[in-house]
């Protein structure tokens, strides 16, 4: 089955970007989707299709897709953004349609 | 604003069956062309997709789950579910159900807040 692999964590200071990958074999070819997760709560679609928000997600969170890696930055990074970030993708092909990248922890310093 | 919640037990023993249902706030949605999933994250893990179903009642299942897996829908009632035989202690996670987006079941708009399930003897 499909595999995405993702950093296990990325630190960051506030006001600055982070940028998280997820890569896969030709990912360029699967839209990606990325979700926020905050402790203890359900996650919360804040990328889909590469690089489309949902309505009421920050224009700060921006994706890109591109060759094996698809990127999730987050610009001018605040407190209220530490949380872990999955990746995502629908691999039509697959016997495993959804498949979940491995998670980034981001943290705030 | 579509809500979901999930229902079920919090404890199981090995080898029991596992039966949890999502109640759908909005009656209108549940007909609609979407993707019900359901999706696990063992403590401390990442997310595992299990499967789907759509309106017109296809499901698309996790291989590695397939033989234990049966998920249903329940239009009048606005309800899906998941029912996953033999437990293990492996199968101990957060539960969660979500909505895929119109038409588009390749990722997942709305969730619920989850649900979990501990397996033990």
């Known amino acids: 089955s499909y595999v995405l692999t993702q950093p296990p964590s990325v630190s960051v200071a506030p006001g600055q970007t982070a940028r998280i990958t997820c890569e896969g074999k030709n990912i360029e070819t699967k839209a990606v989707h990325w979700y926020q997760q905050k402790p203890g709560q359900a996650p919360l679609l804040v990328v889909f299709d590469d690089s489309d928000r949902p309505s009421g997600i920050p224009e700060r969170f921006s994706g890109s897709n591109s060759g094996n890696t698809a990127t999730l930055s987050i610009s001018r990074v605040e407190v209220g953004d530490e949380a872990d970030y999955s990746c995502?993708?629908?691999?039509?092909?697959?016997?495993?349609?959804?498949?979940f990248g491995t998670g980034t922890r981001l943290t705030v310093l | 604003q579509v809500q979901l919640q999930e229902s079920g037990p919090g404890r199981l023993r090995p080898s029991e069956t596992l039966s949890l249902t999502c109640s759908v706030s909005?009656?209108?949605?549940?007909?609609?062309?979407?993707?019900w999933s359901w999706i696990r994250q063992p403590p401390g893990k990442g997310l595992e997709w299990i499967g789907c179903?759509?309106?017109?009642?296809?499901?698309n299942d996790s291989p590695s789950l397939r033989s234990r897996v049966t998920i249903s829908l329940d239009k009048p009632r606005s309800q899906f579910s998941l029912k996953l035989t033999s437990v293990t202690a492996t199968d101990t996670a957060v539960y969660y159900c979500?909505?895929?987006?119109?038409?588009?079941?390749?990722?997942?708009?709305?969730w619920g807040r989850g649900t979990l399930v501990i397996v033990s003897s």
């Open positions: 995502q993708v629908w691999d039509v092909f697959g016997d495993l349609r959804g498949v």
């Open positions: 179903i759509d309106y017109a009642y296809t499901t």
């Open positions: 909005a009656d209108s949605v549940i007909g609609g062309n979407y993707c």
């Open positions: 979500a909505k895929g987006g119109l038409g588009r079941p390749e990722y997942f708009e709305h």
